[in-house]
């Protein structure tokens, strides 16, 4: 397998948030960052969970700076990045039947 599609080295990041919605202000704040983090390829996952398909760590990096940059002032977010071969291992479930994951979204790679 060629290291490019390593599923080691392929990333996966994910945003999750818990971010305050009691005024109109609050409301607002989570609707920007939701959209914003979209704008930027995330897509969801499960309610204020997101998540994005990277081809490399670096380019991760890339994107994990990005909502770093797009935080709002209040609630919880947190990021995490792991490997295609871990995103691959995670068991499913849909009440109590088990569910396969979803094929990895196909990225184009511009040179």
Not at 78 to 93: A, P, R, S, V, W
Request: glycine fraction near 4%; aromatic fraction near 14%.
């Amino acid at each position: 397998m060629s290291d490019r599609l390593s599923e080691y080295r392929i990333m996966w990041v994910l945003v999750f948030f818990d971010l305050p919605t009691e005024t109109k202000k609050e409301r607002k704040a989570y609707a920007d960052f939701r959209k914003k983090i979209m704008a930027d390829g995330f897509t969801m996952f499960q309610f204020s969970i997101y998540v994005r398909h990277c081809p490399s760590g670096e380019n991760a990096e890339v994107h994990i700076k990005r909502v770093k940059s797009i935080l709002p002032e209040y609630g919880q977010v947190g990021i995490l990045k792991i490997t295609d071969k871990q995103f691959g291992d995670m068991e499913l479930f849909y009440c109590r039947k088990t569910a396969s994951a979803q094929p990895p979204v196909q990225q184009l790679e511009l040179f």
